[in-house]
Each structure stands twice: as C-alpha cells, then as structure tokens.
C-alpha cells in the first residue's frame, strides 16, 4: 500500500476479483464479492450507505454480480461513474442455467421462481448510462437477444439488503427462452460452469457433434460463432431440456416507463 492510497489493497487484483468470465468462460460466473463495496475502475472500495434513491435497483444472478465482468461491461461503453454493488438476500427466486448458448462461449445464468427459498445475490444500482450499457450486454435491445429486463414487485420477490432494509421492488434479467430443466422438469440450478458443461455434453452426442466433448472445446468453439450458438440453443429446445422459469408473467410489456431507462445502444456478442 502506497502512503498516497489508502485504498491500494482494494484493487481487484489484490482482492481475488480480476478474473472476467468473458475472458475465462470456465470460471463463468465468476468471482463475486464477500462483501457489499463500490466498484470505482479497478478497485472495489467501501460502501458508506446501501440504498441509492437517484438510481435503479438491478438484481444479479450471474457474471453481473462479478467486479471484473461489470468493469468490462463499463468501459466498452467509456463509462467511468462508479457502481455500488449491494449484498442481499432474496427470497422467492433461484439461479438457474439459461437455455440459450451464450457468444462469450458459455451458458449462463438466468433466474427461475423459486417460492419460499432464501439465496444471497447483489444489487447493483444503475445510473442511466450504466443501465443502458447492461440492458445492450444483456441483449435487451435487440430483437433476437437473449434477456429481457423486468421488473420485480415486493409481493412476489423480497429483497432484503444487508442494511435491513427491504426494497419496494427491483428490476432482474430474464432469459426469453427459459431455464433448463434437471430432467424431471423442475429448473436446473447453476452448478457453476464446468460441471454444467460436463453434464450436458454427457447427455447428448449431438452437443458432442456442434462442440466438441469438453467443456475445453465447448467454450473455445462457441465463442464469438454466432452461427454455432443459435444451432446449440436450438439444440436445447429440439432435446426437450427447456422449462419455463415461472416469471413469464412479467416479461411483456413491463418495460415501458420504466425508471432510468437510458438510450439504447448497440449490443456486444451475448
């Protein structure tokens, strides 16, 4: 630590946080903070308070909750405004595997209802820059992209933040084509990127075919094959292994007047 910077052990490099999915599918979705904090460029700094009245309230279930997968997302939109990121705990949802193979080589979260059950997840407080950038990785722009943002009403999903306070609703991704499901039809928790993988490759030769038989060769193959991508998702579905996330209910139409929406921007690979 430098006696210039108080803060120089709060890089992300020194806090185990460096690593970004979109660089290292395999880690997908990569690591998440012990601890609420302040995303400023590469450091991950104190919170002084965890509600932000000004921004928008945006739930994370995967790479969005990573410090370094949200500093790629920032500066490939030349933001630089930094971004609270808010430990809480949420009761009525669950982190399942989206039943879509993302560009960046993976397949990656999405949530499902999941009434009764209590997880601990981040929010992250948007400016409207910021939740443009997001809205344009996640797809919501575009017509064929992968995400739709919703918003969550208290009554259905509580969403306690470490502070105490429960927030009176927030806004969370949902994959347009549902979850995948465990084989008996309830949706498939996250088990985290390789053994995901693993798993799907071992149910299907013709995964195998499109992308090879380990996790290794599915990455190296999907990323940036937007071709290849669609046909694994299409794949997907031909298999009979997607199932609604039972939040359907509020993807059309939610979004209009929505607080914060900013200008639209053109979408990276998903």
Known sequence: MTAGDPYAHRTL????????????????????PEESGLLDGDRLLPLTRHTFPDRVPVLAVGSNACPAQLRHKMR???????????????????VGASAHVSAMGYVSASPF???????????????PAQLAAVDASEGVTAPAGAYDRVSL?????????????????????????????????????????RPLLTGLLARSARLR???????????AR??????????????????????ASGLEKYLPGQQTGSPGTGASLSPPLM
Do not use: M, Q
């Open 76 to 94: 490939e939109y030349e933001l630089s405004s930094p971004l609270p990121l808010v430990k809480a705990r949420v009761t009525g949802l669950e």
């Open 209 to 219: 075919d499109l992308f090879g038989a380990t996790p290794e060769e599915f990455c």
């Open 13 to 32: 490099e020194a806090l185990g946080l460096a690593e970004a999915p979109r660089d290292h599918p395999l880690a997908y979705p990569g690591a998440w």
């Open 113 to 127: 209802r999941a009434p009764g059950h209590t997880r601990e997840l981040f929010v992250t407080w948007l400016d």
């Open 153 to 193: 009403p208290a009554a259905d999903v509580r969403i306690e933040l470490e502070s105490g306070t429960a927030l009176d609703g927030a806004h969370l991704y949902v994959n347009r084509r549902g979850v995948l499901h465990d084989g008996t039809g309830a949706p498939l928790r996250h088990p985290g990127e």
């Open 222 to 243: 999907a990323r940036g094959d937007l071709r290849l991508c669609t046909a694994g998702t299409r794949l997907f579905a031909e298999e009979g292994w997607t199932t």
